[in-house]
């Protein structure tokens, strides 16, 4: 049986806690915090220009620095919008995916759907200082909510902190009754055994005979069946799953989520919709944009970089070039674009980097049943459905409008099978498969979009996939400066897939080429 990473540091975090997973991952070379540092390339930029290609967050952090240092820039960008896959979909916004398939966003005013990254860990420091510098408000997005659910297709539906104290529990008692048989007497001393048994005895809310059963005093962390009221109201027990229950259908895995290094707390999300750090790059690097661009080639010479592109708005081919060239553009897009005078090693390495097939299906449901019934605020509710999980808004709480959750988010073959279906037939599975976990949102569905990013005309795909043996024999090509060709996105960062990969990959970018500008001159 092969244990991934991810799930081998979950059974960690249910053996030791947080801070033990954070000590693996150290050890393991997986938890270091964000490399950032802020560049400081002085004004010795000018008469140079730098051609940058693509408009989202890598292309523009770089034009913004770069044209600090007195750099020339211009940004080609496909799309009327900068931002890439940072986006928010509105009410009122059209989108056509790959295939021809058009929807038009119905959210009410105020609500929205991020249809990529939707999260900040507090260890994403590039992003947290162009936040203060930009004025970027930020509010918390709760990972973990101990009111959500753990759902199952069998009907198995249990609060994650009930079913974290069960687990727990379970373990603690185990482990108290190999202590008590001495099965760990040539492992530990007498001090050592009594000092475990005391540990685990409350660690694992075990009674005086070290067995975790139903109590008021395990009530207390895994919830009520009838929660304590006024003076001679103590509050009913409730009853704690067995440990048969919570192995049988793995209710334990989805406990690992809130384990990962990236998604300790305090994680983030800007307030009114992701798009908020690039629209703030946006407003400072607008006046470099040539938007409705499409890159039709790539040539590289000892003197700089030509690129050939469509301008769609007028429906004209255009030329532009630059000393060198910051390339953002997602490998499953630029590995179908002609690159000439490229190392030839680098353009084998642009085709062999996969994309990560993803969907994700945005739900208005007409009140916000979730918190008035259920007495959910934000977090996320896991299920085995391939809808794979809930995501409640972590904003506007107790307000009696409507609301808008983020109804699936699934990767791989799920992900290719719902985006083969029309948008109205996703919808409805979609709402099915959240009946099944909250019956209300029968009666409550008003509207929906999704978007499976494998048919994003401007990505094919959520993010860059790496193994082992790709991060060996490929990366470093990928990352490297060919004479004034560099490539800049979340692909070329060990935090691929967040935007915080793609603002380390664009800072040090342009670190490498004002360097290599120097050198020049």
Known sequence: MTVSRRDFLGMVGMAGGSATVFQMMTVMGLAAPSTYVQP?????????????????????????????????????????????????????????????????????????????????????????????????????????????????????????????????????????????????????????????????????????????????????????ERDPGARLEPGTPSTPLTLDAILKEGLWSNLNDGLSYEFHSTIFEPVGGIDAMARAFEARTRQFIKYRSKVTSIKQDDAGVSVTYQDLATNTTKTARGDYCICTIPLSILSQIPLTGLNSKLVDGIKKVPYAPSFKAGVQYKRRFWEQDEQIYGGVTYTDQTMSLMSYPANNYNSLGKGVVLGAYMFGPDAVRFTGMNPQDRLKEVVRQNIAIHPQAEKEFDNGISVGWHRVPWTLGCYGLYNDQTRKDIYPTLCALDKRFILAGEHTSYWNAWQEGALLAAVSAVEIIHKDAAQRS
């Open 40 to 224: 400081k390339l002085g004004n010795e930029g000018q008469g140079k220009k730098i051609l940058i290609l693509g408009g989202g967050l890598a292309g523009m952090c770089s034009a913004y620095e770069m044209q600090k240092a007195g750099y020339e820039v211009e940004i080609l960008e496909f799309n009327a919008r900068a931002g890439g896959r940072v986006w928010t979909l509105r009410g009122g916004d059209n989108y056509t995916e790959l295939g021809g398939f058009e929807q038009t966003c119905q959210f009410d005013k105020g609500l929205y759907l991020n249809p990529g990254p939707w999260r900040i860990p507090h260890v994403h420091q590039a992003y947290q200082h162009y936040a203060r510098e930009f004025g970027v408000k930020l509010e918390v997005f709760p990972m973990i909510n101990h009111a959500a659910y753990i759902h199952r297709k069998s009907g198995t539906k249990e609060r994650q902190g009930a079913l974290m104290v069960d687990m727990q529990g379970h373990v603690s008692e185990l482990l108290a009754k190999a202590v008590n048989q001495n099965a760990l007497d040539q492992a530990m001393t007498a001090e050592d055994k009594a000092k475990l048994l005391e540990a685990l005895r409350g660690w694992g809310f075990l009674d005086k005979d070290y067995r975790y059963t139903k109590s008021l005093a395990t009530s207390l962390y895994r919830g009520y």
